[in-house]
Nanobody, 120 residues
Framework: VHLVESGGGLVQPGGSLRLSCAVS????????MGWYRQAPGKEREMVAL???????NYAVFVEGRSTISRDSALNTVWLQMNSLKPEDTAVYYC???????????????WGQGTQVTVSS
């Protein structure tokens, strides 16, 4: 199973970025999938994800500024982030909790991360 992220970069405060994550490999079904981030010296935290019921969940710090979307047929999720702030600077990781075979518990997989830097 591979998760490939793209879309990070340097953006000015108030700007926007769109992150993309595609998962490929031996996938039976996806339990949940979304985005986390980790800033220097801080713990990794959830940003936005689709839960097991297919509902989007957002962290308080991005609610109203970000939108997560997906294409289930392509096993791809996107995170549109608007009104970015310097405190949004972090490495953003895509994660998928998925079943590789029927009858087994799901397993978490992580991408390598993409750097988002918000600075003037």
């Amino acid at each position: 199973v591979h998760l490939v992220e793209s879309g990070g970069g340097l953006v000015q405060p108030g700007g926007s970025l769109r992150l993309s994550c595609a998962v490929s490999g031996r996938i039976f079904s996806i339990h949940s999938m979304g985005w986390y981030r980790q800033a220097p010296g801080k713990e990794r935290e959830m940003v936005a994800l689709f839960d097991a019921n297919g509902r989007p969940n957002y962290a308080v710090f991005v609610e109203g500024r970000s939108t997560i979307s997906r294409d289930s047929a392509l096993n791809t999720v996107w995170l549109q982030m608007n009104s970015l702030k310097p405190e949004d600077t972090a490495v953003y990781y895509c994660s998928a909790n998925l079943y590789t075979v029927a009858g087994r518990p799901p397993t978490y997989y992580w991408g390598q991360g993409t750097q988002v830097t918000v600075s003037s």
